[in-house]
């Protein structure tokens, strides 16, 4: 899983699980990272040849699409250099842009399921009909991403239609009702169901467990998470009131702290949205002498609006 980079007084803002961005041996590793839009739709094509174009002759550059927000990343070796090449798109390649934060990716999760849950698609439009019935039970599972079972007797629901049915609930897990955002830490039991001698078909099972664990998630206690990563500063002594305050501000929860020879490390976890312009913050603070390493490491509630 790739996320945050190590870095001297830098940051990566991106999501858990983005891919890896491969740069030439002996090139610096990006610390600074913004997302960047043309003000013009029209003008996308344009920047993304611009972009690459930079990126091929400064190695120190580095260009992504983040797979789950859909944002162009820029990444450089501080503010300076990013707007540097910010300036350069418009005036060489006459494409006005925008930057901004990074988008980081939200995961929604079940805290409170629901039982018994019935859904029944029933289709006919001039051909061959569509018929599933299914009955489902929604269910917290901190073990798994996803868990699916079937507890169905009788050969009410054939093993080939239970396959279906799975397949349709991971279907269903791509979006959540909250925001859109991909569902986690869920199982799914298959309780009860009906066919249709002529209508039942795999299709129609995998839409009914599609449209069937959606409405049923409308139906359960929801609650949004949000990705956070341990962070590690190494700072000189007499700057860890300052840091500790700043990471306080950022909802960062100190985890450890120790120190030697005149130098503080202090460990915390903080939502990875917090951390857009920590790079600057830190080095402001302790004149450019703090360090942070920061990885991934799962998910938090997030705050409620």
């Given at each position: 899983?790739?996320g945050?980079?190590?870095?001297?007084a830098?940051s990566?803002?991106?999501?858990?699980d983005?891919?890896?961005?491969?740069?030439?041996?002996g090139?610096?590793?990006?610390v600074?990272?913004?997302?960047v839009?043309?003000?013009?739709?029209t003008d996308t094509?344009?920047?993304?040849?611009?972009l690459?174009?930079l990126a091929e002759?400064d190695?120190?550059?580095a260009?992504r699409?983040?797979?789950?927000?859909?944002?162009?990343?820029l990444?450089?070796m501080?503010?300076?250099h990013l707007?540097v090449a910010a300036?350069?798109v418009?005036?060489?390649?006459?494409?006005?842009?925008?930057?901004?934060?990074?988008?980081?990716?939200?995961r929604?999760?079940?805290?409170?399921?629901?039982?018994?849950?019935?859904?029944r698609h029933?289709?006919?439009?001039?051909?061959?009909?569509?018929f599933?019935?299914v009955?489902?039970?929604?269910?917290?599972?901190?073990?798994?991403?996803?868990?699916f079972r079937?507890?169905v007797?009788g050969?009410?629901?054939?093993?080939?239609?239970v396959?279906?049915?799975?397949?349709g609930?991971?279907?269903?897990?791509?979006e959540?009702?909250?925001?859109?955002?991909?569902?986690?830490g869920l199982r799914v039991?298959?309780?009860?169901?009906?066919t249709h001698?002529?209508?039942?078909?795999d299709t129609?099972?995998r839409?009914?467990?599609?449209?069937?664990?959606r409405?049923a998630?409308?139906?359960?206690?929801m609650?949004?998470?949000e990705?956070?990563v341990?962070?590690?500063v190494?700072?000189?002594?007499d700057?860890?009131g300052g840091?500790?305050?700043d990471?306080?501000a950022?909802?960062?929860?100190?985890?450890?702290?120790?120190?030697?020879?005149?130098?503080a490390?202090?460990?915390a976890t903080v939502?990875?949205?917090?951390?857009?312009?920590?790079?600057t913050r830190?080095?402001?603070r302790?004149?450019?002498r703090?360090?942070?390493?920061?990885?991934p490491t799962?998910?938090a509630?997030?705050?409620?609006?």
């Amino acid at each position: 899983m790739v996320g945050l980079k190590s870095a001297r007084a830098g940051s990566t803002l991106c999501a858990p699980d983005a891919p890896l961005v491969l740069e030439p041996p002996g090139t610096a590793e990006p610390v600074v990272h913004v997302a960047v839009e043309a003000r013009r739709s029209t003008d996308t094509g344009r920047l993304a040849a611009a972009l690459a174009r930079l990126a091929e002759e400064d190695p120190s550059l580095a260009v992504r699409t983040d797979p789950e927000t859909g944002q162009t990343v820029l990444s450089g070796m501080g503010e300076l250099h990013l707007e540097v090449a910010a300036e350069r798109v418009r005036r060489e390649h006459g494409v006005e842009i925008t930057l901004g934060r990074p988008g980081v990716a939200y995961r929604e999760t079940v805290a409170r399921g629901v039982t018994g849950f019935v859904h029944r698609h029933v289709k006919q439009d001039g051909g061959a009909g569509q018929f599933a019935h299914v009955v489902l039970d929604v269910e917290p599972c901190e073990e798994h991403a996803f868990a699916f079972r079937s507890t169905v007797v009788g050969g009410r629901v054939p093993q080939e239609y239970v396959r279906a049915v799975e397949a349709g609930c991971r279907d269903a897990l791509a979006e959540g009702p909250l925001g859109g955002h991909p569902v986690t830490g869920l199982r799914v039991t298959l309780t009860d169901g009906q066919t249709h001698v002529k209508d039942s078909s795999d299709t129609a099972f995998r839409t009914a467990g599609r449209l069937g664990l959606r409405d049923a998630l409308r139906a359960c206690g929801m609650l949004l998470l949000e990705p956070v990563v341990e962070v590690t500063v190494t700072v000189p002594e007499d700057a860890v009131g300052g840091v500790l305050g700043d990471l306080a501000a950022r909802r960062g929860r100190v985890t450890g702290s120790a120190t030697r020879s005149g130098t503080a490390t202090v460990t915390a976890t903080v939502p990875l949205a917090e951390l857009f312009g920590y790079a600057t913050r830190l080095r402001s603070r302790t004149q450019g002498r703090g360090t942070f390493t920061a990885r991934p490491t799962g998910y938090a509630p997030a705050p409620t609006a």
